[in-house]
């Protein structure tokens, strides 16, 4: 069982920052892809990032391609998603997620564990 807690959201301005960050209670973190996942009122979860487990590759929607940034610190058993250049098509709540598929992927199925989420508000 994986848990975890996400952190960092809040209010920004477009063309602003912010870093959020999910630490997981597992002690096989290093076993795991992980990966940030956003909805936004009405619509449906979709993808943002993602890192396998060894920390390569990564992935990333095509609407935050460099823009976004994931990273991973199996020390602290945190994973990152460092945002920058907002935009208010960025408001959403942001999920981590965590899940033991052969190399990292979009699809949201693959990914058993899920934290709460952290909001994410961005003012144009």
């Known amino acids: 069982q994986v848990q975890l807690v996400e952190s960092g959201g809040g209010l920004a301005q477009a063309g602003g920052s912010l870093r959020l960050s999910c630490t997981a209670s597992?002690?096989?973190?290093?076993?795991?892809?992980l990966a940030w996942f956003r909805q936004a009122p009405g619509k449906e979860r979709e993808f943002v990032a993602g890192?396998?487990?060894?920390?390569?590759?990564?992935l990333y929607a095509d609407s935050v391609k460099g823009r976004f940034t994931i990273s991973r610190d199996s020390a602290k058993k945190t994973v990152y998603l460092e945002m920058i250049n907002l935009v208010p098509e960025d408001t959403a709540e942001y999920y981590c997620?965590?899940?033991?598929?052969?190399?990292?992927?979009?699809?949201?199925?693959?990914?058993?564990?899920w934290g709460p989420g952290t909001q994410v508000t961005v003012s144009s």
């Open positions: 890192i396998r487990r060894t920390g390569s590759p990564t």
């Open positions: 597992t002690r096989a973190f290093s076993g795991y892809n």
């Open positions: 997620a965590a899940g033991t598929s052969i190399s990292v992927t979009r699809e949201r199925e693959r990914y058993a564990y």
